[in-house]
């Protein structure tokens, strides 16, 4: 009888446990499936809407549609669906590296135009003093992009936007200054096109075929787990290049005009707006020579060489006397 009981407790126990078991299984599975799904939605890039107000309905005064469009690309960048990705420790942030990918492309623009702004465009000339706001900007938004805490990349990026939006109201209110000046605005495209041109060489990488390079030596290829990144970087990159040369033809327009650069600026404007085509594909294709597939990163090279090549050209009109 005890021996029965006691065989009889042991298959219940054992019942018990696959049942456990299986409901562990199913937990698991509908955890994967919401953490997938929620990681499609946070990797749905932003399109080209309107981020910041006419400057023509809000009065701005010059610089400020350029300092405003700089503060609107890290408001979205910290705020869109999933928020800021590139530092998450956690699923389902942690399994994606497309939108960190393009977060960083987005990233590499503001800390240029901000060190721009620094640099020259808030100077009257080199000798000058900086602004106040700007040089305690600047060196916040070079923050290590991937920090988790102590501090997070970004509660510095907030800190950053404060003296941002600090030097914006002072501008507006006439105690900040902005000096559109050809000299400025070429030393920051000099800037863009060097970044364009690395971009572009990458992404040409991902063929397959190692590129010469000086004395004739092979290259690097770009690795096949990070074509995608690459391509993703430079969607991010011309993504927020589009708003900044928007607001650039606004404050700059009289310089541009007289330079007769208006229309190199309008061209790569629309070169890097064809970069934001939506990708059909469920992953970057990587083709080779004239095969079925696609190869979207040379696609994406494409583009950013034209716009290179009008950036290079706009540079050297900005320069002429």
Not at 53 to 79: F, K
Not at 163 to 177: F, M, P
Not at 227 to 246: C, K, N, P
């Amino acid at each position: 009888m005890r021996f029965g009981k006691r065989t009889e407790l042991s298959g219940d126990s054992s019942m018990t446990g696959s049942m456990v078991g299986k409901i562990v299984l199913v937990v698991l599975l509908v955890y994967l499936l919401i953490c997938l799904v929620v990681g499609w939605y946070w990797s749905r890039e932003p399109d080209l809407g309107p981020l910041v107000a006419s400057p023509e309905q809000n009065q701005m005064v010059t610089g400020e549609y350029t300092a405003r469009t700089l503060d609107s690309l890290m408001v979205e960048l910290l705020n869109k669906p999933g928020g800021y990705l590139s530092n998450d420790r956690f699923p389902p942030g942690l399994w994606l590296d497309n939108m960190p990918s393009w977060e960083f492309g987005v990233l590499v623009q503001v800390r240029d135009m901000s060190r721009a702004l620094r640099r020259d465009m808030a100077r009257s000339q080199s000798q000058s003093t900086e602004d106040a706001n700007l040089a305690k900007a600047e060196p916040l938004f070079s923050t290590n992009n991937n920090r988790w805490m102590f501090p997070s990349s970004e509660s510095e990026y907030r800190k950053g936007m404060k003296q941002l939006e600090s030097y914006i109201t002072r501008l507006h209110q006439g105690d900040a200054q902005f000096y559109a000046r050809a000299d400025n605005l070429a030393s920051w495209v000099g800037d863009v096109s060097t970044r364009l041109g690395s971009l572009s060489q990458r992404l040409s990488a991902s063929v397959g075929r190692a590129p010469l390079i000086e004395g004739g030596k092979l290259g690097n290829t770009t690795p096949w787990l990070e074509i995608d990144d690459v391509f993703y970087e430079a969607r991010g990159t011309s993504w927020a290049l589009v708003y900044l040369l928007r607001a650039v033809e606004h404050d700059f327009h009289d310089v541009l005009a007289k330079k007769n650069a208006l229309i190199s600026l309008q061209q790569i404007i629309r070169d890097l707006e064809a970069t934001q085509e939506t990708l059909w594909s469920p992953m970057v294709l990587n083709g080779g020579g004239f095969g079925v597939l696609a190869n979207h990163s040379l696609v994406m090279a494409n583009y950013l060489s034209r716009a290179n090549a009008a950036m290079i050209d706009l540079r050297r009109l900005l320069e002429q006397g």
